[in-house]
Each structure stands twice: as structure tokens, then as C-alpha cells.
């Protein structure tokens, strides 16, 4: 089988739909690990696809913002603008679709989460994040999203120490039996590890295969969109930059 893994769409829809052509024929299935809306022009419209594709879909932070005062006081104030603005698009529909959404979950033995598991909302940016996020699960392989930075983490089965390494265009990882796995599957809508190309990747469950992708999109129209809709500056200048 192969399953698509996607995370951090945030409202970009060309990036989604540039994604989505691209995995044609390329997976039996899609998961989406959250943040759906956030940053980008257009929350309802990504929400309409990841509803009428059935891709089963984790919740996100900035889901979470859309409905959760508390949560937002985190934010940047860029972010914040931008979450305000996605919850002025939203009606309650919406709302109840994203507040419906689980924050983690263990599907065809692997896991998934946003950010962290256990902790859906934290990071893992450094080899001493993995270090203790393996020792908090107990599949082989864990699938992440969150820092909108592809990459993976490995570790060798009763071994404290972990590699982190980049994940780029076209590579192709082979998992190995005696190791663990963190893959960050980066984000389609706003990457930030300096390829500006949407991001995603397909794991073929029996060749035990990952392969990573990165496909263009027609940033200048969303850039086009977030300024007319009056988002701030920053949030669609970064977007060619990829950062
Ligand atoms: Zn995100």
C-alpha cells in the first residue's frame, strides 16, 4: 500500500491542488496530519477538499486557534492577524469540522501526530527533541508535520543516540528493521527549509519504502490572494523564499 502523508496545507490551495495532481496514481490512500487552515487565503476551500476526498486529517495548532482563545495568545502577532482573519471566513460549519478533528492516532502501525507524540504541539527541531520523543512511543515510525521542515530522525532499536537528516526532492529512504523512525513530511503551504516547492511524501508500506517529494506551484497567486485579502506581508513574502 501506498499512503500519502501530508501536513500544513494553511490555506494554500493551489499548493494543495498542485499536490494533490501530483499524487495521482501515486497513493492509495492520503493522510493529512493538521493545520488545514492558517496563513493562507483560502481555510474554506481546503477544508472542502480534505471533506469531500475523505482524507483523514489530525488537527493542527492554527485548527485549533480558530476556536481556542487560549491557544492563540501563543501565537505571533502575524499569525494572530492571520488566524483572526481565517475565523472571520469560517462559519460554524467549519468550526465543528475542525474542533471534530483527533489529535493523534496509530494507523496501520504506525503513528501520527502535528507536533510531537504525546504532546501534539511541541517540536522536534533537534536530535535531543527525537531522543526523547522516541522513548515516549513504541512503533517503528512515527509520522510528523509542525516545523514545516523536511527531514527524519533515526534511531538504531536499543540505542540511545539519534541521527537527524534532511529529507529532499526525489530522495528516496529505505527503512531499515532494526531502526526507528521521526519523518517530518514538511508542509504544503508554507515550507520552510529553504525549497519554497510544496512538500509531501508516499511510504510504500511493503517495500518499506519513503519517498519524498516537492512539487512547484503558481506561488505568485496566492501571494496575489493573501494581498488582497489584506494578510500581512510577511506571511505571502516568505512563501517564495521558502522560510
Ligand atoms: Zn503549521
Redesign the pocket.
Known amino acids: 500500500m501506498r499512503i500519502a502523508v501530508i501536513s500544513?496545507i494553511?490555506g494554500n490551495l493551489e499548493a494543495f491542488n498542485a499536490v494533490l495532481e501530483h499524487l495521482d496514481n501515486n497513493a492509495d490512500e492520503i493522510i493529512s496530519l493538521g493545520?488545514i487552515v492558517?496563513y493562507g487565503p483560502n481555510p474554506k476551500e481546503c477544508c472542502d477538499i480534505i471533506r469531500e476526498k475523505r482524507i483523514y486529517s489530525l488537527c493542527?495548532?492554527?485548527d485549533v486557534a480558530c476556536f481556542d482563545d487560549d491557544l492563540i495568545s501563543y501565537f505571533n502577532p502575524y499569525a494572530r492577524e492571520a488566524i483572526l482573519w481565517t475565523r472571520s471566513q469560517l462559519t460554524d460549519e467549519y468550526i465543528s469540522f475542525l474542533k471534530g478533528l483527533p489529535f493523534e492516532d496509530i494507523l496501520h502501525s504506525f503513528r501520527i501526530v502535528h507536533g510531537a507524540p504525546g504532546s501534539p504541539f511541541d517540536y522536534i527541531m533537534t536530535s535531543s527533541d527525537a531522543i526523547e520523543a522516541f522513548a515516549s512511543f513504541r512503533e517503528d515510525i512515527c509520522f510528523i508535520?509542525?516545523s514545516?521542515i523536511m527531514e527524519f530522525y533515526e534511531q538504531r532499536k536499543g540505542h540511545p543516540l539519534v541521527r537527524q537528516l534532511s529529507l529532499r526532492n526525489q530522495q528516496e529512504l529505505i527503512l531499515e528493521e532494526d531502526k526507528r523512525y521521526i519523518i517530518n513530511v514538511g508542509?504544503v503551504g508554507?515550507p520552510r527549509d529553504r525549497d519554497p516547492r510544496a512538500g509531501y511524501i508516499v511510504y510504500d508500506t511493503e517495500a518499506r519504502v519513503i519517498r519524498a517529494y516537492r512539487v512547484e506551484y503558481r506561488i505568485d497567486i496566492v501571494q496575489r490572494k493573501m494581498q488582497l485579502k489584506g494578510l500581512p506581508p510577511i506571511l505571502w513574502e516568505r512563501l517564495e523564499l521558502g522560510r
Open positions: 500544513d494553511h493545520d492558517g493542527g495548532n492554527h508535520g509542525h514545516h508542509s508554507q
